[in-house]
């Protein structure tokens, strides 16, 4: 099929012969000492790759959402995560294959049950010129494992008992139970390396972390105007290999129609977000390319759990037997990814398919109602981004749909940053959010999202609540077995299923318009760009737009 050439391997996108990018696949656990390898061209592409492109230049990318805040222990949203890949660097950080690889630990073993040692790269300093060492690892973990702090993404590091210092290059994590995934969550974007003193600055209110960061990464921030753009430029004393471009900008830009416009008159190298009905424009644009990568990621409806009457599980069931996945996936993501018909994404380690979804079924849903006291059904409204064009017309498909059992769906959209704050709260009735399992392991893909402890901002916006579930998702948690924690996923999802907190609609792949003027841009399963690679024509990187 046509669609399947046009998806990427690995997610890297690369628009010219030679630009091939070797990916690193080392286990970890055999050998952690592995850097993730740089570009390596065939030499008799060389040449023609010089004379293509050009150092320096202005990357812009037209963004559908501005960043929530800069801090890695802040926010835990994609766009915030657009921004700060490229400022932070992890002790560990994914490819585009989803392969762990060292990036500021030089390499780490696990060396008994509950301790994990890193071994850390020397000569590295953070962007306001303070080196980079133990005592960072130690200030940056304890700030976010920091009960006081209070950090959204305190549930990624809440199993580390104890940071230590070994030496000045070495580090010992104590976890308080066996923890496997932990080098997959601290390739999270929360694992972001901050200065200590940046640190010590932001608790003594010299500085605001959520908008003056302060990492180690191929680039620092040179301005935030606020809805506008953000700017990045290139760190001069990056420890690994130079940057090519000088800057990314990235603009912040609602309107889709508006990203590609900006794409096709060369005002943007990358239009990001790119909805399936308008892929057929951007592979029919000369000098264009789609990038579209299979994603970590879950679209779902989210019920309040909490309010009435999606405190009632039948209810909830009946709402998610009156959706008809399928045809949201043909109808408006134009066959693009996989419809879900559970809580976790079939690319995650703990996937199962091995579960009995609740089926289509709009007669038993409308019998579900019946029995919950609802045989004339009720009116509730639904939340969505403000500006998100596939939102606005999935909502209304569902809203199509629920009318069937006579619940009367009202849309309201709402500011990004609003919006995420309104769930947390737990202020609304019905949302269509997403999640991505950027880990790539279903600690975070269930544990974030359907554990109680988690409710509110850390992931569970449903308010769900069920101990066994709980249970189940502590021991995925502390059970070493790849087979046993398999086993203990597959138990939660069928809960979850069966209770139906949220409604799983579709795992769609991430698209997205490239120049061709634009080469080695390395788009992740978790939506991102990692632009440490990127070079341009040079027209563009002599500043030709």
């Not at 023609?48 to 492109?53: I, L, Y």
């Not at 779902?300 to 045809?327: C, H, K, T, W």
């Not at 709260?425 to 974030?448: F, I, K, N, P, R």
């Not at 850390?458 to 086993?487: H, I, K, P």
Request: aromatic content about 8%; proline content about 4%.
């Amino acid at each position: 099929m046509e669609k399947l050439k046009r998806k990427l391997v690995g997610g890297v996108l690369v628009l010219s012969l030679s630009g091939v990018l070797a990916a690193c696949t080392d286990d970890p656990e055999e050998d952690a000492g592995t850097e993730e390898p740089s570009d390596e061209n065939g030499s008799e592409e060389d040449g023609d790759e010089e004379s293509a492109t050009g150092e320096g230049g202005d990357l812009v990318l037209a963004m559908g959402s501005d960043a929530v805040d800069l801090d890695p222990h802040g926010s835990n949203d994609t766009s915030s995560t657009h921004i700060r890949t490229n400022i932070y660097d992890k002790l560990v950080d994914h490819d585009e294959n989803m392969e762990l690889y060292t990036e500021l630990a030089e390499d780490y073993e696990q060396i008994d049950d509950h301790t994990w040692e890193f071994n850390l790269k020397e000569d590295v300093t953070f962007h306001d010129g303070e080196p980079f060492n133990a005592d960072a690892v130690v200030a940056t973990l304890e700030r976010v494992t920091d009960p006081d702090f209070a950090s959204e993404k305190a549930f990624l590091y809440e199993m580390i008992e104890d940071i230590e210092a070994v030496d000045e290059y070495t580090v010992h994590i104590t976890t308080e139970y066996p923890f496997a995934p932990l080098p997959a969550h601290l390739a999270h974007d929360g694992g972001g390396m901050i200065s200590p003193a940046a640190i010590e600055e932001d608790e003594n209110g010299d500085r605001n972390l959520d908008t003056e960061p302060v990492g180690t990464g191929p680039f620092e921030l040179e301005n935030w105007d606020q809805g506008n753009e953000i700017v990045l430029s290139k760190y001069e004393d990056y420890h690994g290999d130079p940057t090519s471009i000088d800057t990314a900008t990235y603009q912040v830009v609602p309107e889709q129609s508006t990203r590609i416009g900006m794409l096709e008159t060369n005002e943007a190298h990358v239009a990001d977000d790119i909805d399936p009905t308008n892929a057929a424009q951007l592979e029919n644009m000369e000098g264009v390319d789609l990038s579209s990568v299979e994603s970590l990621r879950l679209d779902y409806l989210g019920m309040n759990n909490e309010a009435e009457p999606f405190d009632d599980v039948d209810v909830r069931r009946a709402i998610s037997m009156a959706v008809d996945q399928e045809i949201i996936l043909e109808g408006l993501f134009d066959g693009y990814g996989e419809a879900a018909m559970g809580p976790v994404n079939p690319l995650t380690f703990g996937y199962s398919d091995d579960l009995d979804p609740l089926e289509y079924d709009v007669e038993e849903a409308q019998s579900l109602l019946e029995e919950a006291g609802y045989e004339d059904g009720f009116e509730a409204t639904l939340l969505i981004e403000d500006g998100d064009q596939v939102n606005t017309q999935m909502a209304e498909v569902l809203q199509d749909q629920l009318q069937e059992i006579n619940v009367d769906i009202s849309i309201e959209q709402q500011e990004w940053g609003a919006l995420l704050d309104t769930t947390a709260e737990g202020q609304y009735e019905m949302v269509l959010l997403g999640w991505t399992t950027v880990t790539g392991d279903a600690d975070y893909a269930m544990y974030s999202v359907y554990h109680s402890d988690s409710q509110g901002a850390s992931g569970n916006r449903s308010f769900y609540s069920n101990e066994e579930v709980d249970e189940l998702l502590d021991a995925g948690r502390q059970e070493g077995g790849e087979d046993e924690r398999t086993e203990i996923y597959r138990e939660a999802q069928q809960i979850i299923i069966d209770e139906a907190p949220i409604v799983p609609i579709i795992h769609d792949d991430f698209r997205a318009g490239v120049s061709d003027s634009v080469d080695g841009l390395i788009h992740l399963p978790n939506a991102v760009y990692d632009l440490r690679e990127v070079e341009m024509a040079s027209d563009d990187a002599d500043g030709g737009y």
